[in-house]
């Protein structure tokens, strides 16, 4: 399974931006999609998960400003608002999953640049 990120970009303090997660294909069962994201300097953390029953979780730097949501099966979208400077990472999408009912399988999408500037 691949997942492919679109969406990031350059935005100013206060602005929106809305990335996109789309995986190649349906296995067995999905957990979760979602998003991490890794600012330079320091390590890897969760933004936020999006259940098959679309129930959702976010960190709390980012609930209020940012809203996890899916289209279908597999495709997923983080809408970011109220950007600020603190948001500059790449963002990475993530399926966790099952490829069949045995056998558990985590996937990492190659990643997006968020760069807001203040």
């Known amino acids: 399974v691949q997942l492919q990120a679109s969406g990031g970009g350059l935005m100013q303090a206060g602005g929106s931006l809305r990335l996109s997660c789309a995986a190649s294909e349906i296995i067995f069962k999905i957990n979760t999609m979602g998003w991490y994201r890794q600012a330079p300097g320091k390590q890897r953390e969760l933004v936020g998960t999006?259940?098959?029953?679309?129930?959702t979780s976010y960190s709390n730097s980012v609930k209020g400003r940012f809203t996890i949501s899916r289209e279908n099966a597999k495709t997923v979208y983080l809408q970011m608002s109220s950007l600020k400077a603190e948001d500059t990472a790449v963002y990475y999408c993530?399926?966790?999953?099952?490829?069949?009912?045995?056998?558990?399988?985590?996937?990492w999408g190659e990643g997006t640049q968020v760069t807001v500037s203040s």
């Open positions: 993530n399926l966790d999953g099952y490829t069949d009912p045995w056998t558990p399988a985590n996937y």
């Open positions: 999006i259940t098959s029953g679309a129930r």
